[in-house]
Nanobody
Framework: QVQLVESGGGLVQAGGSLRLSCTASGQTYGSYEMGWFRQGRGKEREFVAA????????YYSDSVKGRFTISRDNTKNTFFLQMNSLKPEDTAVYYCATKGPPGPYSSQSAYSDWGQGTQVTVSS
């Protein structure tokens, strides 16, 4: 079991930046692939980005590609989501998760442990 805690959310104007962090504790962290998802009000939770164990491969949804960057620091059991050029439609609760069962990186069912979420609000 892995415990995940997100931080770094807040209110930002359109065009601004935020950096989310997700710190893991519990079971060995370094062996997990990690992902970020988000859920806007009244919307389904959607995939944002994912990163492999050693960070050699990253994956992004089309809606954030080129604006968001996922990274990780295995020495600190932390991984990050750098969000630039934010848009009002990026407003959502952002969740980090560890990838467990086999499956596509973009599928929620492929992730086993989830954080509690951090709110990101982008004003126009």
């Amino acid at each position: 079991q892995v415990q995940l805690v997100e931080s770094g959310g807040g209110l930002v104007q359109a065009g601004g930046s935020l950096r989310l962090s997700c710190t893991a504790s519990g079971q060995t962290y370094g062996s997990y692939e990690m992902g970020w998802f988000r859920q806007g009000r009244g919307k389904e939770r959607e995939f944002v980005a994912a990163i492999t164990w050693l960070g050699g491969a990253t994956y992004y949804s089309d809606s954030v590609k080129g604006r968001f960057t996922i990274s990780r620091d295995n020495t600190k059991n932390t991984f990050f989501l750098q969000m630039n050029s934010l848009k009002p439609e990026d407003t959502a609760v952002y969740y980090c998760a560890t990838k467990g069962p086999p499956g596509p990186y973009s599928s929620q069912s492929a992730y086993s442990d989830w954080g509690q979420g951090t709110q990101v609000t982008v004003s126009s």
